[in-house]
C-alpha cells in the first residue's frame, strides 16, 4: 500500500493524469433499496450528498467482486438463447461499480476531474452521494469535474456508478460496463480544460502551413489570474520547430480562451507510409511557474474529395481500401487492452487496409493515437442521430477530442437513418454539419446512407461527401445525376464467410469460405471492390466488416452467436477474404495465396481458388503441373482439382519470371500443440497484453487445418490469461474459462501481465493425447503508469449529524425530535466544534455498520472528542470520555441490526469549547 502510493508525484508543478482502472468493487445486478418514506427520510434525501444505497456514502459493499478496468461483463457471462440475438444471445443486465479515493490534504485547492472514457451503455455517476453525471453514451467520455464535493485527509471519498446495459444504442454485441479506462486528472487552478486546446494545422499557400492553435483555460481558484501561455511545436525528432506564447487573464470560476497561431515553413508531411507526427505542448505559467502542461500529436497532410476522382492525400489519389470495424475481440469483449488493439490494427495494416471506419461510433483515444502513428486515414462517426441538446454535446465532444488527429478525414454524423430521405433528416443533418463545422472546418462531413439519396430533398444535401451504404446499383445513377458530388462507399460487402470451413452446411450454420454468399443488400467481396475499383468517382470502399463481430450472426440465428461478415475472425485469424482483399490491396510486393487446405479424401472434386496479384499463375500437384491461367484481379483464379494427398502449389509470375510461390500440404493427425506468441516480450506494467495462437501439428511439424481438439491453459509467472477464442460463430464455450477447443486448427488465447510484474510469463497448453506446448514470454520490468492508490474504506463514516441547540442544563441525549422537525436543531458534519460558551452540546445521528461489524466484533471510533462525554446508542449509554483534553475515544459496538441512532452528548470545560472534533467511524474492534 505505501509502496502504492509513492507511486503518485503528489506535488508534480504541473497536471497528473492518474489511471482509475485499478481497484473497482462491482455488483452485477441491480440495487434496490426500498422507497424512501416518511418526512424526515424524504427531506434528507432530497439534500446534497445524502444519495442512499449503493449510490451512497456509507453503502455496505463488502461482498462485492474486486476487479481492475477496463471491464466488460458481458462477455462474462453464459449464452442465453432468449437473450437479444443482435446482442449476440449475451444477457446485459445492469451493474454497479464503487471506487474510494483518499485525496492529500496537500492537494487541496487543486482542480480534480473525473474522466470515464466509455461506460456500456446508460451510466449514472454519483460522487460522495451526489449525482454528478448521467451519460446516456456508450461511447462517448465523461469529464466530471469534482473538486467542490471532495474530502481530504482520512475522511475517504465514494464514487458510485450505476450502468444500465439493458440500455442499447446499437445492434450489434455492446458489451456491459466499464470497458473504456477512467482516469483522475489533478490540475492547478488555472490550467487548461480537457480537450481544451484545438491545434488543427492547415496549408496557406505552398509549403507554409499554420495551425490557428487555440487554448481554453479555466479557473478554479478563488482569484483571477494572470498567466502566459506558451505553445511549442516538436517534430517527429523531438526538436523544437515554433514556439509562441500569449498573456491571458482567467476569471475566477471562468474559461478564457486564447489564440496562438503558429506558422510552420515546409513541415515533414504525414502519409500513410511516413506517419510524421508533431507534438504540440501547451503550458501555462503564472510568474515563471509552469502550473500546467498538456500535449497532443497532430500532422501536416492536406486532403480533397473529388466528385470525378475520389479522394486525395497530400495531392496524391488514395483510393479508399477501407474496412468498418466494431470494438469487440475474442476473450475479452469489449474490454480490448490497448495492445491487443495494436495487434488488430497490425492486421489490418498487413492486409493492405489504408482507412478504417469506426462504425458506428468514436472509438477509444488510444485507438487512434496508434491510427495516427501506423498510417491509415479514418472516417470517425457519430453515433445517435439527433439534434437536441444532449446528442449534440456527444457530437460536439467527438470533434472536439479528435480534430487534431491527421488520420480523420471525415466526420460522420449517422449511419443509415430512416428519415435520411425526408425533410427531417436533412434539416437535423444540416444542424449537425453546422455544429461540425463550427469546431472544425477543415474536414468534409458525410453520412453512411442506405439509399435516399436521389430524391428531392434528403440528406446528402446537408453533407459534403456523399456516403453510400451498399447500393451499388445506384452509384452510377447518383454520379450522373450529381456529377459535382463527392461519393464514396461508406459500407459495402457483407459477405459471408466461416473462417477455415469450404463447404456450406445449412443445419450447422456453416458458410464455405469461397466468397460466393452475401446478404441481398451486399455483395461478395470481390463483386463489391471491382465496383468500387472500376469506378473513379467512388473514393472508395469500407468492407463491413474487418472482423467478425458478437452479435448480428447474419443469416443465421442461434446457436450462431457472433457475425460472419469479418474478413478475419473474431481473433484476427484470416479468412479467404483476407487474402483475396491483400491480393487487390497491396501492389508492391508479389503475393500468392491458396484456399482451400490440403486435408481432403481421396477422390473429392476440390475446388482450389488461388489469389495473386501477378501476373499469371501455375497451380501443381506434387509436381504436377495442373494448368496455367492470366490473373484475374477482380475473380481470382479457380480451379477443380481431383485431391490426391501430398503438395498443391503455386506460382507466381511477372515478365515471364518466377516472382512468388506458395503451397499447401496434406498433414497426419495432431500429435502436439503449438503457442505462438504474437511478441517475443511483454512489458510488466500491467497493462500489456498479447494474444498467442494455439495450433495443433503433426509428427512432420505441420499446423493441422482442421484440428478440433480441446485444449486446457495454465499461466503462471507475471501474468494472467484474460479469455481466448477460436473464431467458431456457434462456439457457446466459457471465453474466460481455463480450456477452449481449436476451430479448424486454431485458438487463441490472451495474455496479460499483473502491475509490477518481473517475472516471464509461462504458459502451457495440454490436450489428451497430444504432446503439451510450453512457452515462456518473457517479461520486462515497466512501471505502470501513474494510478490513484487503491484506497479499500472497510469503514463507515458517520457524517450526518443533527446539533442540538446549546445550554447550560444538562439535555436528555435520548430525546424525541419530530421526523418533520427540521429547524429545531441545526445539521452539521465533523469537524464539529461549538465555541466557548455554553456547557452542553448533543449530537445525534444515525449509521447502518457493514455486516461484518453488526455482530459485536466492530467499534465506534472517535478520532477527536473534546469535552467530557457521553455515548448513547439506541436509547442505551454504550461509553464515556471523563476528560475534558481533545482526545480519541473508542467505544464497542454492540450487536444488533439495522440502522443505530447514536447522541453523543458533551460536557465542555468552562471557557472552553467542545465538540465531535474529528471523524467517526465504525471500525474493527482491535
Ligand atoms: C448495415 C449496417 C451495419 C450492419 C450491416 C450488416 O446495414 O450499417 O451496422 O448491420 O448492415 O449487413
Given at each position: ?492 460487402t457483407?459477405a459471408?464467410m ?15 469460405s469461397?466468397d ?8 461478395t467481396h470481390r ?16 468492407v ?21 461478415f469479418g474478413i478475419m ?5 484470416p479468412k479467404t477474404a483476407y487474402y483475396i482483399h ?345
Amino acid at each position: 500500500m505505501l509502496l502504492l502510493i509513492a507511486c503518485v508525484n503528489v506535488n508534480a508543478a504541473t497536471r497528473e493524469r492518474l489511471s482509475l482502472d485499478r481497484s473497482w468493487l462491482f455488483h452485477q445486478g441491480d440495487v434496490v433499496e426500498s422507497a424512501i418514506a416518511g418526512h424526515g427520510d424524504s427531506y434528507s434525501n432530497a439534500k446534497a450528498g445524502n444519495a442512499t444505497g449503493a449510490a451512497g456514502n456509507e453503502y455496505d459493499d463488502s461482498d462485492w467482486r474486486h476487479l481492475d478496468l477496463p471491464h466488460d461483463w458481458a462477455v462474462e457471462g453464459p449464452f442465453d438463447p432468449k437473450a437479444n440475438i443482435a446482442q449476440g444471445y449475451r444477457p446485459r443486465g445492469i451493474g454497479w461499480y464503487r471506487r474510494y479515493l483518499r485525496v492529500d490534504p496537500a492537494d487541496r485547492g487543486k482542480h480534480f476531474e473525473l474522466q470515464f472514457d466509455a461506460i456500456a451503455t446508460h451510466a449514472t455517476i454519483w460522487v460522495n452521494g451526489n449525482v454528478v453525471n448521467r451519460n446516456w453514451s456508450g461511447y462517448n467520455a465523461t469529464y466530471i469535474d469534482i473538486t467542490p464535493f471532495l474530502r481530504y485527509g482520512d475522511a475517504m471519498n465514494t464514487i458510485a456508478i450505476r450502468v444500465d446495459a439493458d440500455a442499447m444504442e446499437g445492434w450489434w454485441y455492446e458489451g456491459a460496463g466499464m470497458y473504456r479506462h477512467s482516469w483522475l486528472v489533478k490540475r492547478n487552478p488555472v490550467h487548461v480544460v480537457t480537450d481544451g486546446v484545438h491545434a488543427t494545422p492547415r496549408l496557406v499557400k505552398d509549403k507554409q502551413w499554420s495551425i490557428p492553435v487555440e487554448v481554453t483555460l479555466n479557473n478554479s481558484g478563488k482569484a483571477a489570474s494572470d498567466v502566459i501561455v506558451e505553445v511549442t511545436l516538436y517534430d517527429a525528432a523531438g526538436r523544437q520547430v515554433a514556439q509562441r506564447t500569449a498573456p491571458a487573464r482567467v476569471g475566477v470560476l471562468a474559461n478564457s480562451t486564447v489564440q496562438l497561431p503558429i506558422t510552420v515553413n515546409n513541415p515533414a508531411i504525414w502519409t500513410l507510409e511516413k506517419t510524421n507526427l508533431y507534438r504540440v505542448t501547451t503550458r501555462v505559467l503564472q510568474a515563471g511557474k509552469a502550473q500546467d502542461e498538456v500535449s497532443l500529436n497532430t500532422g501536416f497532410r492536406t486532403i480533397r474529395f473529388d466528385a470525378a476522382q475520389g479522394f486525395f492525400l497530400n495531392g496524391v489519389h488514395v483510393k479508399l481500401q477501407g474496412v468498418c470495424i466494431h470494438q469487440d475481440h475474442a476473450g475479452v469483449g469489449v474490454a480490448v487492452p490497448d495492445s491487443v488493439w495494436e495487434y488488430r490494427l497490425r492486421r489490418l495494416k498487413e492486409l493492405g487496409v489504408n482507412a478504417i471506419r469506426f462504425s458506428h461510433n468514436a472509438p477509444a483515444a488510444e485507438v487512434l493515437d496508434m491510427v495516427d502513428r501506423m498510417g491509415f486515414v479514418v472516417m470517425d462517426e457519430n453515433r445517435n442521430f439527433n439534434t437536441s441538446e444532449d446528442y449534440m454535446k456527444q457530437l460536439e465532444w467527438m470533434v472536439k477530442r479528435d480534430r487534431h488527429h491527421p488520420s480523420v478525414v471525415l466526420w460522420s454524423v449517422f449511419n443509415e437513418e430512416p428519415v435520411q430521405a425526408t425533410e427531417v433528416g436533412y434539416e437535423m443533418a444540416r444542424r449537425m454539419s453546422a455544429a461540425v463545422k463550427a469546431l472544425d472546418d477543415t474536414r468534409p462531413v458525410t453520412a453512411a446512407m442506405n439509399g435516399g439519396f436521389l430524391t428531392e430533398l434528403n440528406v446528402s444535401h446537408a453533407v459534403d461527401v456523399v456516403g453510400a451504404n451498399y447500393q451499388v446499383p445506384d452509384y452510377d445513377r447518383y454520379h450522373k445525376a450529381y456529377p459535382n458530388k463527392p461519393f464514396t462507399s461508406s459500407e459495402d460487402t457483407s459477405a459471408f464467410m466461416t473462417r477455415g470451413e469450404y463447404k456450406t452446411v445449412k443445419e450447422k450454420n456453416l458458410i464455405a469460405s469461397y466468397d460466393d454468399d452475401a446478404a441481398p443488400w451486399g455483395n461478395t467481396h470481390r463483386d463489391a471492390w471491382e465496383a468500387i475499383d472500376k469506378r473513379p468517382f467512388v473514393a472508395g470502399g469500407f468492407v463491413w466488416t474487418g472482423f467478425d463481430y458478437r452479435g448480428e450472426p447474419t443469416p443465421n440465428e442461434w446457436p450462431s452467436v457472433s457475425s460472419v461478415f469479418g474478413i478475419m475472425d473474431l481473433n484476427g485469424f484470416p479468412k479467404t477474404a483476407y487474402y483475396i482483399h491483400q491480393v487487390q490491396w497491396i501492389k508492391d510486393k508479389p503475393l500468392i495465396h491458396i484456399a482451400p487446405h490440403w486435408n481432403w479424401k481421396q477422390g473429392d472434386k476440390v475446388r482450389v481458388m488461388v489469389m495473386a496479384n501477378v501476373e499469371r499463375i501455375q497451380l501443381l500437384l506434387n509436381g504436377r503441373a495442373l494448368g496455367e491461367q492470366k490473373v484475374d484481379p477482380y475473380r481470382m483464379n479457380n480451379f477443380d482439382v481431383a485431391f490426391e494427398p501430398g503438395k498443391l502449389e503455386a506460382i507466381g509470375y511477372r515478365g515471364g519470371k518466377e516472382v512468388v510461390r506458395t503451397a499447401v500440404e496434406t498433414t497426419g493427425a495432431p500429435v502436439s500443440l503449438e503457442l505462438v506468441p504474437d511478441r517475443a516480450q511483454l512489458n510488466g506494467d500491467g497493462r500489456d497484453a498479447l494474444p498467442v495462437t494455439v495450433r495443433a501439428l503433426d509428427a512432420q511439424g505441420r499446423a493441422v487445418p482442421l484440428a478440433d481438439n480441446e485444449v486446457t491453459f495454465a499461466v503462471t509467472g507475471g501474468g494472467r490469461s484474460i479469455g481466448h477464442g477460436n473464431g467458431d460463430p456457434n462456439s457457446h464455450e466459457d471465453e474466460k474459462g481455463a480450456t477452449r477447443r481449436l476451430f479448424n486448427g486454431l485458438a487463441q488465447l490472451i495474455v496479460q501481465t499483473n502491475y509490477d510484474a518481473k517475472d516471464a510469463v509461462m504458459i502451457s497448453a495440454t490436450a489428451p493425447g497430444l504432446q503439451a506446448a510450453r512457452v515462456t514470454i518473457p517479461v520486462k520490468p515497466v512501471a505502470a503508469e501513474p494510478f490513484v492508490a487503491p484506497a479499500d474504506a472497510p469503514l463507515t463514516f458517520v457524517r450526518s449529524w443533527r446539533i442540538a441547540p446549546d445550554g447550560d442544563t444538562r439535555p436528555d441525549p435520548n430525546q424525541k425530535l419530530a421526523s418533520f422537525d427540521m429547524n429545531t436543531w441545526g445539521w452539521g458534519s465533523p469537524p464539529m466544534r461549538a465555541a466557548a460558551g455554553s456547557k452542553y452540546h448533543l449530537y445525534r445521528a444515525s449509521f447502518t455498520p457493514r455486516k461484518n461489524l453488526a455482530d459485536g466484533t466492530g467499534r465506534i471510533r472517535f478520532a477527536s472528542l473534546k469535552g467530557k462525554a457521553e455515548i448513547w446508542l439506541n436509547g442505551a449509554l454504550v461509553g464515556k470520555k471523563d476528560s475534558y483534553a481533545a482526545a480519541p475515544l473508542d467505544v464497542a459496538l454492540p450487536a444488533g441490526d439495522g440502522k443505530r441512532e447514536i447522541n453523543v452528548l458533551i460536557e465542555a470545560e468552562a471557557g472552553q469549547g467542545g465538540g465531535i472534533e474529528g471523524n467517526v467511524t465504525i471500525e474493527p474492534a482491535r
